[in-house]
Nanobody, 125 residues
Framework: QVQLVESGGGLVQSGGSLRLSCAAS????????MGWFRQAPGKEREFVAA????????YYADSVKGRFTISRDNAENTVYLQMNSLKPEDTAVYYC??????????????????WGQGTQVTVSS
């Protein structure tokens, strides 16, 4: 059973930056894509960003375009989410997800079959 482990969350002031990491427990873990989702208190989980594992095409929610960057390191078996110009409305638990059997679209949680435990990001005003 593959495990996804997120790290890098924390408390940051508005306008600051954080980088989230998500490492898969198995190096030979075969996946189609990996994504980041977030869930704020009282709200549904929403898509943030995704990356195709082959070819590295990226996808972003409109709310984070130009501020967040998703990337991957095949050697480290890790996906990153660089978050710049953070806003209080970015406050949420951020989840890493992997898709091994599903197809696009990559902006819906139904396309992912493995999930991390989540990491808290809090942006103060």
């Amino acid at each position: 059973q593959v495990q996804l482990v997120e790290s890098g969350g924390g408390l940051v002031q508005s306008g600051g930056s954080l980088r989230l990491s998500c490492a898969a427990s198995e190096r030979t873990f075969s996946r189609n894509a990996m994504g980041w989702f977030r869930q704020a208190p009282g709200k549904e989980r929403e898509f943030v960003a995704a990356i195709r594992w082959s070819g590295a095409r990226t996808y972003y929610a409109d709310s984070v375009k130009g501020r967040f960057t998703i990337s991957r390191d095949n050697a480290e078996n890790t996906v990153y989410l660089q978050m710049n110009s953070l806003k209080p409305e970015d406050t949420a638990v951020y989840y890493c997800a992997a898709s091994t059997v599903y197809s696009p679209p990559w902006n819906t949680d139904r396309s992912y079959d493995y999930w991390g435990q989540g990491t808290q990001v809090t942006v103060s005003s």
